[in-house]
Structures are given as C-alpha cells and as structure tokens.
C-alpha cells in the first residue's frame, strides 16, 4: 500500500513542477566560467593496520621511499614492511574564477589493497591538469564515508571505507589565465537544447535590457554581444541578466528504472490510439525425492528416486483495453495502477507501446 501511495505522488510530480519558471543561470552555462578537473598520486599514512600489502603494491613501497629520501632519510638497502601506508589517486575540481591562495576540497581514493583510509593523513600531493601544471596542493586528515571491522573468521563492511575526502585539503597555488574581462561577445551554451527554450532566452534578455544585445545560433547556443549592452564589463552584464526568469520548453520524455520500479514521466507524453493487454504467467517447480531402502537382510543399497511436479499457471491479468488517441500517459498509468497493476508490470506495458509506435516521447531505461 506505501508502496503504490509513493508510485502515486511519483506521477504527480511532473504536472506539479512542469511549469515552473527558471532562472537563467541555472538553464545555461557561460562560455569560460567553468571548472578544471585536477589529478594526483600520493600516499596516505597512519593507518591502523588497514594498508596496502608491499607485497601486491610495489608502488606504494617506492614511493614511500621517494618521500623518506627527500626529507633527508636514507632507507636504501633496507627492509621493511609497514602496513599503515596506502597509496592513493587524489582528485579535485578547480572552480571558475579561483585565485592563489583559496582552498578546495579534495577526493582520495586508494588503489592497492588497502582495506580502509579511516583514520589516514595525505601527504602532501600535487594536482596537476590536462596541461601538465601543478595548480593544487593537497595534504590533510582523510574523512572516510564507511567504516569496516573483521575478526578471525568474518568481516563486515559498510559503505565505501577505501574513498574519503579532505574537507579544505588543497591550496590553490596556480590561476588559470582567462581574461574575461576583456570578452567582446559571450556564448552562453544550454544545458538542454532547445529552439524553443533557446529563442525564450533571446527574448527574454532583450526585453530586460531593451536592445537587441542576444542572438540564438542554434538549439544549444545563445550569443550575447557585451558591447552592444553599453556595460563597463562581462560581469556586470552577466549580473544583470544570470536572475532572468525564463520558462523552458521540455521534450515529452518517460524514464523508468527497471531495479526499483520507478517511473517518471513529462506531462506533455501522449499516446496514440492502442489496444494493450497484459497477463502473468506462473510457473512452480516442486521437488519431492523419495528414498527407497531394501528389505532388511537383502542385498542392495539404498537409493533416491527424484520425483518432481512442474505446473504453469496462468492469471486472468487486466484483460484487452483500448486507449483513445490523445490520451495522456497519466490517465494511462492512472488506469492500469487502479487495476492493481505493478510498477515492474507497468514498466513492461509502457516498452510494448513504446515499441508499437504509439508512445510519442523519448523512452529511457536505466
């Protein structure tokens, strides 16, 4: 029954936010203003026990000898096998607009054998991007999101206890070279393209400025001329329009998810004229082996006969039913979740009139 009363509210949600109003900045992306991906190989130490085996991780071992070297240890020739160091891939996002000296947060993740980074300290770790520079330096306490705990003949884990995070744990210490004050045009990219979204926008921001200052190139592509707006910068003219309140126009879409059984689905989905019907069919398989013994002081041994029972049952399911053209996907679902129909039945439903021809809208199954 919660159940179904959830799957119910599920359906509503698309009627309810559908037409909603957006603002501008959260439709598009501004050409320029985006972040950098960073990356790193370092090492994490302090564990309890929980590191990588140098045996399986010969990498970790070297380059825990690369570090004790530079800090003026020598360990050259020598054997020694910890197991509270494990090495690691660190990453991490430089935002847009980041200037030297701010700080980031910074994702570990372990790549030997290690069984847990609770508890772990990274050591200092350059982050380079796709160029090759160092714009991060990260070191901190590593926050683990699992915890893992094991005796002698069991373990339990829960979570992820090999990844974590380094709340503030890199330093910028390189800027990326954009002069975007100095942008004579700006492009402003959809997150959705959309002609129709699109020329919303181009309305949209001339009204507000009152001149002709945006152009739609394409379905995914508005280009704002700065200089015509008679703004001091790019800023200024990003501030004034970022708050804009567009409404967008969205494709009739339908996305299930075949593990849980949920459905969601766009208000404008429509349906052709149909005929469905839907039926389940039952099998059950009893196994009932008996054993069959000599008699007492005979020669023979004693045997298992198998003997089993297959039958298939069939329900009467929700009959044949015929869907008027025009009909929405909601007055659909509606109907067949008044017939008791399942979420997982349903989603079956919803492929087969897909595959007629006579679901009008983009079907996705994750």
């Given at each position: 029954?919660?159940?179904?009363?959830?799957?119910?509210?599920?359906?509503?949600?698309?009627?309810l936010?559908?037409?909603?109003?957006v603002?501008?900045k959260d439709?598009?992306?501004?050409?320029?203003?985006?972040?950098n991906?960073?990356?790193?190989?370092?090492?994490?130490?302090?564990?309890?026990?929980?590191?990588?085996?140098?045996r399986?991780?010969?990498?970790?071992?070297?380059?825990?000898?690369?570090?004790?070297?530079?800090?003026?240890?020598?360990?050259?020739?020598?054997?020694?096998?910890?197991?509270?160091?494990?090495?690691?891939?660190?990453?991490s996002?430089?935002?847009?607009?980041?200037?030297?000296?701010?700080?980031?947060?910074?994702?570990?993740?372990?790549?030997?054998?290690?069984?847990?980074?609770?508890?772990?300290?990274?050591?200092?770790?350059?982050?380079?991007?796709?160029?090759?520079?160092?714009?991060?330096?990260?070191?901190?306490?590593?926050?683990?999101?699992g915890?893992?705990a094991?005796?002698?003949?069991?373990?339990?884990?829960?979570?992820?206890?090999?990844?974590?995070?380094?709340?503030?744990?890199?330093?910028?210490?390189?800027?990326?070279?954009?002069?975007?004050?100095?942008?004579?045009?700006?492009?402003?990219?959809?997150?959705?393209?959309?002609?129709?979204?699109?020329?919303?926008?181009?309305?949209?921001?001339?009204?507000?400025?009152?001149r002709?200052?945006?152009?739609?190139?394409?379905?995914?592509?508005?280009?704002?001329?700065?200089?015509?707006?008679?703004?001091?910068?790019?800023?200024?003219?990003?501030?004034?329009?970022?708050?804009?309140?567009?409404?967008p126009?969205?494709?009739?879409?339908?996305?299930?998810?075949?593990?849980?059984g949920?459905?969601?689905?766009?208000?404008?989905?429509?349906i052709?004229?149909v005929?469905?019907?839907?039926?389940?069919?039952?099998?059950?398989?009893?196994?009932?082996?008996?054993?069959?013994?000599?008699?007492?002081?005979?020669?023979?041994?004693?045997?298992?006969?198998?003997?089993?029972?297959?039958?298939?049952?069939?329900?009467?399911?929700?009959?044949?039913?015929?869907?008027?053209?025009?009909?929405?996907?909601?007055?659909?679902?509606?109907g067949?979740?008044?017939?008791?129909?399942?979420?997982?039945d349903?989603?079956?439903?919803?492929?087969?009139?897909?595959?007629?021809?006579?679901?009008?809208?983009?079907?996705?199954?994750?």
């Amino acid at each position: 029954m919660i159940r179904a009363v959830l799957f119910s509210i599920l359906l509503a949600l698309p009627t309810l936010v559908s037409a909603s109003s957006v603002r501008l900045k959260d439709l598009v992306e501004f050409d320029g203003v985006r972040g950098n991906d960073l990356v790193g190989y370092g090492l994490v130490v302090g564990l309890n026990g929980t590191g990588d085996g140098l045996r399986n991780s010969p990498f970790t071992e070297e380059m825990m000898i690369n570090i004790l070297e530079r800090l003026g240890v020598n360990v050259g020739g020598e054997q020694f096998r910890p197991k509270n160091v494990a090495a690691v891939l660190v990453t991490s996002t430089l935002p847009a607009f980041s200037r030297a000296g701010s700080k980031v947060d910074v994702t570990v993740s372990a790549i030997g054998d290690a069984k847990s980074l609770l508890g772990g300290t990274l050591i200092m770790t350059p982050l380079n991007a796709a160029d090759g520079d160092v714009y991060v330096v990260a070191q901190g306490t590593v926050i683990a999101g699992g915890i893992s705990a094991e005796g002698d003949a069991a373990r339990v884990v829960h979570g992820v206890p090999t990844a974590g995070i380094v709340p503030s744990g890199g330093r910028i210490e390189r800027e990326v070279e954009f002069e975007f004050s100095t942008l004579s045009s700006l492009r402003m990219a959809l997150r959705t393209p959309d002609f129709s979204t699109a020329e919303k926008i181009e309305n949209a921001i001339n009204t507000a400025l009152g001149r002709r200052v945006a152009l739609m190139l394409d379905a995914g592509t508005v280009e704002l001329n700065i200089d015509a707006t008679g703004m001091r910068s790019p800023a200024h003219v990003l501030s004034r329009i970022e708050n804009i309140i567009v409404e967008p126009e969205r494709r009739a879409r339908v996305v299930v998810d075949q593990r849980s059984g949920t459905i969601v689905m766009d208000e404008n989905v429509r349906i052709s004229r149909v005929a469905v019907a839907q039926g389940n069919l039952t099998l059950t398989i009893d196994e009932a082996p008996v054993v069959v013994q000599p008699n007492p002081f005979s020669e023979g041994e004693t045997v298992v006969v198998p003997r089993t029972t297959a039958t298939i049952g069939e329900d009467q399911g929700t009959g044949l039913a015929e869907i008027k053209p025009g009909t929405t996907l909601k007055d659909v679902v509606s109907g067949l979740n008044a017939l008791g129909v399942t979420p997982l039945d349903m989603i079956d439903i919803l492929k087969s009139i897909k595959a007629a021809g006579a679901l009008h809208a983009e079907f996705i199954v994750q």
